[in-house]
């Protein structure tokens, strides 16, 4: 929740780490309270308070906090992990996913056989269907809701986007 | 920027610039010159300062690894830029607990199918038993009424012994490791070994190890013992019958039979004897009892 309360007497944490006076239009001062210096301090160690800046301004306001956050999130996953920040998390995860697909196929596969070996397809309900999630032919994962299919693979050779 | 006589092109991060690209140049490999628009979102995320501080406090090797985590981080706030990889971190999150809700709907299906399976198996065996009880009292009423046993009625009785072992060695000959055990409950069918052999769980991550297992269907020697117990007791209530009838000749004569063959021709023989030998002598009791003179 952004804080509402401003005052140029409590200057933001962007405005107290800059240096400088926080005007009653800061636009980081919503997002970036006092008690929680950190979190500028991550964000602009990462991407720098003027990227910070123009981010903010292309959203909407009623998501510009979320953006912020995120922002947040990313700058402090990659002053964890320089090399691969926050990208190393959705790595984990993909092949998380991609180990549980592969254990319910297998899961699935035993469960028809089982079905078919040994009960009355008639007495017994069907297998239970799947859950689609698709694959493209290099292995990338898409996701149910097109949404958040994964980015494009840049403009040329090197795949800018991919994992 | 492009050098004079156009041997080398600026590679994206340099043409954005408006700056010499020198052979040095830091972002060269991984910007080139036709991937403006992966470079500028980079740019407008990270901006180029940023990305080669990031790049000079790392080594050398893991500079590629480091710039593809960045064009991608850069590329997914392009598409999303509320969420960015946050975004795609939840739905990951999200498609994971889809899995697992589902891999825990799968598992009580097949949970069901074992109980079914159980429950079938449990039912034909007690057919089975029913069966070999009434053949057992065809062959016991056809024993009273002096007839011959069918043919397939007498293995029967020796299936009824050998019945238990046999089911036993079927079941321990099928896709199980642990060997069959007396309690029911612990009895498993080892579907887990199956396909622990195909998914190496070795994973932290797997805290709930999936095991799928059914009860093994121990053959219940109860029932074929309560069997044979009755068949026996048939068996013992008959001789008090036989002796009153003092057919003793014919119940020997047909026991005989039973112990050395089951063919049908001894048993024609040995019916035919009992027909002659009681034949005769009522007759010459007859004869003596009807006519005047002695039949010798």
């Given at each position: 929740m952004a804080s509402s309360s401003h005052s140029s007497n409590f200057p933001c944490a962007a405005c107290k780490f800059l240096r400088r006076k926080c005007m009653?239009?800061?636009?980081f001062a919503p997002y970036f309270p006092p008690e929680e210096p950190q979190k500028f301090i991550n964000v602009h160690k990462i991407f720098g308070a003027s990227n910070v800046s123009k981010l903010i301004n292309e959203v909407a306001p009623h998501q510009r906090e979320d953006a912020v956050n995120s922002l947040a999130y990313e700058a402090e996953a990659r002053l964890k992990d320089?090399?691969?920040?926050?990208v190393g998390a959705i790595s984990i995860l993909q092949r998380q996913v991609l180990r549980l697909q592969r254990e319910l196929d297998a899961i699935h596969a035993d469960l028809i056989r089982y079905a078919t070996a040994t009960c009355n397809c008639n007495e017994m309900p069907p297998p239970m269907g799947r859950t689609c999630f698709h694959h493209n032919s290099s292995g990338n994962i898409y996701y149910p809701n097109p949404q958040w299919n994964e980015p494009y693979e840049g403009n040329g050779r090197s795949d800018g986007g991919s994992l | 920027m492009t050098l004079k006589g156009g041997a080398t092109s600026a590679c994206a991060a340099c043409k954005y610039q408006r700056r010499k690209c020198i052979p040095e140049c830091l972002l060269a490999p991984y910007f080139p010159a036709d991937q403006t628009k992966v470079f500028q979102n980079a740019h407008k995320l990270f901006g180029v300062s940023n990305i080669v501080k990031i790049l000079r406090s790392l080594d050398p090797s893991q500079h590629a690894e480091a710039m593809r985590s960045i064009k991608y981080q850069a590329n997914v706030r392009d598409r999303f830029?509320?969420?960015?990889c946050l975004g795609v971190i939840r739905q990951l999150y999200y498609q994971i607990q889809m899995l697992e809700e589902e891999m825990h709907t799968v598992l009580t299906q097949l949970e069901m199918y074992r109980q079914h399976h159980h429950h079938q198996q449990q039912q034909q065996q007690h057919q089975h038993q029913h069966q070999i009880s009434s053949m057992a009292d065809d062959v016991i009423s056809q024993l009273e009424l002096g007839m011959a046993p069918s043919n397939?009625?007498?293995p029967l009785f020796n299936q009824v012994t050998h019945q238990p072992y046999t089911m036993q060695n079927t079941y321990s000959s099928s896709d199980i490791d642990s060997p069959p055990k007396d309690n029911v409950e612990n009895?498993?069918?080892?579907i887990q070994h199956l396909f622990f052999d195909t998914n190496n769980?070795?994973?932290?991550?797997?805290?709930?190890p999936i095991a799928i297992q059914s009860q093994l269907l121990v053959p219940n020697s109860e029932p074929l013992a309560d069997t044979q117990h009755q068949v026996v007791q048939d068996y013992d209530e008959i001789h008090p019958f036989f002796d009153s009838i003092d057919d003793r000749q014919s119940y020997i004569d047909t026991k005989d039979a039973e112990d050395s063959s089951s063919s049908e021709e001894s048993l024609k023989e040995t019916t035919q004897l009992m027909v002659g030998n009681v034949g005769s002598k009522d007759l010459k009791s007859a004869a003596a009892c009807f006519s005047l003179t002695s039949v010798n």
């Open positions: 009653p239009d800061c636009v320089p090399v691969y920040g926050c | 830029p509320v969420y960015g397939n009625a007498l009895n498993s069918l080892w769980h070795g994973t932290s991550n797997n805290d709930s």
